[in-house]
């Protein structure tokens, strides 16, 4: 099972300024990798697949990059609808063992 | 707008069973791989299962595989999870959460709201 682990566990940023998340895969998963938002009482929300592709109607400022065993979400310029918790997940595995990182809190400093 | 809502989440004994199931609507529910995933209270999210758009392939994660089994109902849009001998650490809120691309080993593009379990001992 490829493990992975996200960096940090809390990050604490002011609106406007950028935010760097990081992912890493005990393992290679190519670019085998989704990024989503959670927020309280909300549905979790797609950001990003295929490590670098916006997801539908997600704003430019969330950006994707990496492959292999190490990743990067960045929001360019925090909104205040920003601040939440993403997680990162992998789908490199055939049979499907799709797995995801502890999570990132985004928090207003 | 596509949607899924879970139900049949409650409290049940350890070694007890319960059924959830997850109704979906604003898309084609028999073109699409759906995928179980929950997270414990505090946690982050574990993969549990994925059924393919006819049900005849499924996937388990080592942890439930045969104890949960997940199953669907498209001329109702709706999927299932039956789970028996339940655990303490099954306690989580379940989502159902659709496939992308129908990628059964793929990223997830839309969730529901989910459904609490908690196994009491």
């Known amino acids: 099972e490829i493990v992975m682990t996200q960096s940090p566990a809390t990050l604490s940023v002011s609106p406007g300024e950028r935010a760097t998340l990081s992912c890493r895969a005990s393992?290679?998963?190519?670019?085998?990798l989704a990024w989503y938002q959670q927020k309280p009482g909300q549905a979790l929300r797609l950001l990003i697949y295929g490590a670098s592709t916006r997801a539908t109607g997600i704003p430019a400022r969330f950006s994707g990059s990496g492959s292999g065993t190490e990743f990067t979400l960045t929001i360019s310029s925090l909104q205040s609808e920003d601040f939440a918790v993403y997680f990162c997940q992998q789908y490199n595995d055939w049979p499907p063992k799709l797995t995801f990182g502890g999570g990132t809190k985004v928090e207003i400093k | 707008q596509v949607q899924l809502v879970e139900s049949g989440g409650g409290v049940v004994q350890s070694g007890g069973s319960l059924r959830l199931s997850c109704i979906a609507s604003g898309f084609s529910f028999s073109t699409y791989g759906i995928h179980w995933v929950r997270q414990a209270p505090g946690k982050g999210l574990e993969w549990v299962a994925v059924?393919?758009?006819?049900?005849?392939?499924?996937y388990y994660a080592d942890s439930v595989k045969g104890r949960f089994t997940i199953s669907r109902a498209n001329s109702k849009n709706t999927l299932y999870l039956q789970m028996n001998s339940m655990r303490a650490e099954d306690t989580a809120v379940y989502y159902c959460?659709?496939?992308?691309?129908?990628?059964?080993?793929?990223?997830?593009?839309?969730w529901g709201q989910g459904t609490l379990v908690t196994v009491s001992s």
């Open positions: 959460a659709r496939a992308r691309n129908n990628q059964l080993a793929g990223s997830i593009d839309y």
């Open positions: 393992e290679s998963a190519s670019s085998n």
């Open positions: 059924i393919s758009v006819d049900g005849t392939v499924k």
